[in-house]
Nanobody, 115 residues
């Protein structure tokens, strides 16, 4: 059974930092690409950052230079370090991977940036 469990969300002031974690189980983590998405109230769910099985990373333009995605295959965990947070970063953040063409999502973790 595939499980993705996010943690690390919370309330932070503008300009602050937060680190998210996603613990994965039920599949071979090291050979799968992993993604972070976010969804703000009333908006669609958007891709924030991706990391391939080989460690190649990609970011949405809105977070480039501020967010860093990384992975620890020994711990089956993917991380998202978020710096210089802005109110527009407020959203529920979801961990995601695709296995045999099926999307798998975590339950999400709320990030709120207050001004």
């Amino acid at each position: 059974q595939v499980q993705l469990v996010e943690s690390g969300g919370g309330l932070v002031q503008v300009g602050g930092s937060l680190g998210l974690s996603c613990a994965a189980s039920g599949f071979i983590f090291s050979i799968n690409d992993m993604n972070w998405y976010r969804q703000a109230p009333g908006k669609q769910r958007d891709l924030v950052a991706s990391i391939s099985s080989t460690g190649q990373t990609n970011y949405a333009d809105s977070v480039k230079g501020r967010f860093t995605i990384s992975r620890d295959n020994a711990k089956s965990t993917v991380y998202l370090q978020m710096n210089s947070l802005q109110p527009e970063d407020t959203a529920v953040y979801y961990c995601h991977t695709r296995l045999r063409m099926i999307a798998n999502w975590g339950q999400g973790t709320q990030v709120t940036v207050s001004s």
